[in-house]
C-alpha cells in the first residue's frame, strides 16, 4: 500500500491560494492514502469565533470538493482538516473522501488552547473507516497527548490512524513512536511549517511530518521548514499481527478488569 502526506505552509483565511500550493506539490503522484495537515484550507490563529464561522463550511463545500478533485487526480482515498459547520456550532473536523465523494468525518474531541474558544468540542465517536479492506481511523492535533485516543482506535481495528495536525509543541513526532508501538498500528501524522502572528498569538509550526511504523520506525520524516510531499510503500498486514513474542499479544493481554479507573467521571 502506497502511503504519504503533504506538508504546507498554508496563508490565513486564502483557500485559493492554500488549493493552488498543494495542487503544485502534487502533480504526478498517485498514491493508496494521502494526508493534509490540520485546518490545511484556512489556517489555524483566529481571532474571534465569528471569523472561524466565516471560514466554516459543510461536507459539501468547496474544501471537500477540493479534497474530491486530488482523489481523483492521484487515485488515493485523501483526508485533510477543515472547518465543519453544522446547525449553529463549527467544528475542527478532518474530512475522509474517494474519487467519488466524501466518506465521512471526525471532529476533534480535544481541543488545544484557545481553540476552546472558537470551536465546540467534537460530538462524534471516535471511528475506523473501511476503504478498500483497508481500516483508517482518524484523529487530530492535540488528540494524540492522550493515549486513549489511539488505544481505541487500534481497538476499533484501525491498521492506520491519519493524524492531520497543526503542531506547535516540540513532543508529538517522538510520542509517536510509542502511541504506534503500543498499538502495532502505523500513523500518518501530517503538520504544517511556518509561523502565525495573529492577534496576541503567534505561533510557530513544528513541520517534521512523519509517518512511523507500527513497530515504532520512523520511515519518513519532513523537514521542519519546507512543503514537503512523500509517498511509500507499507505491508498493512504488519499492522494486523499483535503479537510482540510467542507469549505476549498486546491486545489479548490487556488486564480490563483493572481498568476502570480509566473512564470513571473526574
Same mark, same amino acid.
Given at each position: ?7 504546507? !505552509? ?8 492554500? *488549493?493552488?500550493?498543494? +495542487? ?15 485546518? *490545511? ?6 481571532? !474571534? ?8 463550511? %459543510?461536507?459539501?463545500? +468547496?474544501?471537500?470538493? *477540493?479534497?474530491?478533485?486530488? =482523489? ?20 475542527? =473536523?478532518?474530512?475522509?473522501? !474517494? ?15 484557545? +481553540? ?15 476503504? $478498500? ?9 492535540? $488528540? ?45 501524522? %501530517? ?9 496576541? $498569538? ?14 515504532? +520506525?520512523?520511515?519518513? !520524516? =519532513? ?9 511509500? $510503500? ?33
Amino acid at each position: 500500500m502506497k502511503i504519504g502526506y503533504i506538508q504546507t !505552509s498554508p496563508l490565513f483565511g486564502d483557500k485559493k491560494y492554500n *488549493f493552488e500550493e498543494i +495542487e503544485k506539490l502534487i502533480s504526478g503522484i498517485k498514491a493508496d492514502l494521502l494526508v493534509l495537515p490540520e485546518l *490545511f484550507a484556512t489556517g489555524y490563529t483566529f481571532v !474571534s469565533k465569528k471569523e472561524a464561522v466565516s471560514l466554516a463550511e %459543510s461536507q459539501e463545500g +468547496e474544501t471537500a470538493q *477540493f479534497l474530491i478533485n486530488i =482523489a481523483q487526480s492521484t487515485g488515493a482515498i485523501v483526508i485533510g482538516g477543515f472547518i465543519e459547520k453544522e446547525g449553529e456550532k463549527v467544528y475542527n =473536523a478532518g474530512i475522509m473522501v !474517494s474519487n467519488k465523494g466524501v466518506i465521512g468525518s471526525y471532529r476533534k474531541i480535544h481541543l488545544y488552547y484557545k +481553540e476552546k474558544l472558537w470551536f465546540s468540542p467534537g460530538n462524534k465517536p471516535l471511528k475506523v473507516f473501511n476503504v $478498500d479492506g483497508v481500516k483508517v481511523g482518524i484523529m487530530i492535533c492535540f $488528540d494524540w497527548i492522550f493515549p486513549e485516543t489511539t488505544r481505541i482506535l487500534a481497538l476499533l481495528g484501525a491498521d492506520i490512524i491519519a493524524h492531520p495536525a497543526n503542531l506547535v509543541l516540540p513532543y508529538c513526532q517522538k510520542a509517536m513512536i510509542t502511541r504506534c508501538i503500543e498499538n502495532r498500528v502505523f500513523a500518518i501524522t %501530517s503538520n504544517r511549517i511556518g509561523e502565525e502572528k495573529r492577534g496576541d $498569538d503567534r505561533f510557530k509550526f513544528t513541520g517534521k511530518s512523519q509517518i512511523t511504523s507500527y513497530d515504532g +520506525e520512523i520511515l519518513s !520524516s =519532513a523537514p521542519e521548514d519546507k512543503n514537503y510531499v512523500v509517498i511509500i $510503500d507499507i505491508d498493512i498486514q504488519k499492522a494486523r499481527d499483535k503479537k510482540l513474542n510467542e507469549f505476549n499479544d498486546l491486545f489479548e493481554n490487556r488486564r480490563v478488569e483493572f481498568y476502570n479507573p480509566i473512564v470513571k467521571l473526574k
